[in-house]
């Protein structure tokens, strides 16, 4: 008596002998490794970032001719190699050119921005200024109508005029 798998592999071919070689298609097709994550392959900063790891030393002209020919704006690719600069996976040679420092790309990290007023160091307390009485006006003329009335303007003069009437009452 035949063991059970070869028993029913038989019978399968017996039922179904036509698609025998459709499901050894189906079984190399489901065994293939899936990917199951997606790559990003066409954005500037990935790119840009390939171009200089493929060309070492590259002007910046050079990347900035690079990305209009290839349909890329060209401020950001020479910002995004400026930046990866800045965040350490390119350097700059001698002459200029930019170097990458790691084979692969990694996406840039943007640094949180901080909201808020910046703490200063707290301030010593200051002595409380002395206050000085100011000095008094001391007339040095004689106040006379005569010198008042030449003095004056109109609006003080009306002011001047209320100020007796109500003292004096009217």
């Known amino acids: ?30 065994t293939a490794p899936k990917d199951t994550g997606f790559r990003i392959i066409n954005n500037v900063s990935r790119k840009s970032y390939e171009f200089v790891v493929a060309n070492p ?22 910002a995004i190699a400026s930046n990866s600069v800045r965040m350490g996976t ?16 990694s996406p840039i990290k943007a640094k949180s921005k901080k909201t808020g007023v910046i703490p200063s160091a707290p301030k010593a307390p200051q002595a409380p200024k002395p206050v000085l ?16 009335v030449d003095n004056i303007g109109i609006g003080e003069a009306k002011a001047l005029y209320l100020e007796l009437k109500q003292i004096f009452g009217a």
Do not use: C, H
């Not at 590259?58 to 290839?70: H, L, Q």
């Not at 200029?96 to 790309?105: D, I, K, P, T, W």
């Open 133 to 148: 009485d100011e000095p008094k006006a001391v007339a040095t003329t004689k106040l006379t109508a005569k010198y008042i």
């Open 90 to 105: 390119m350097r700059r040679d001698a002459n200029g050119g930019f170097v990458a420092l790691a084979r692969e790309y």
């Open 57 to 78: 030393g590259v002007k910046p002209r050079d990347i900035t001719a690079w990305a209009k020919k290839n349909g890329f704006n060209p401020d950001s690719a020479y």
């Open 1 to 30: 008596m035949p063991d059970i798998k070869t028993a029913l592999t038989q019978a399968l071919k017996e039922w179904e002998p036509e698609q025998e070689s459709n499901t050894e298609d189906k079984q190399m097709q489901t």
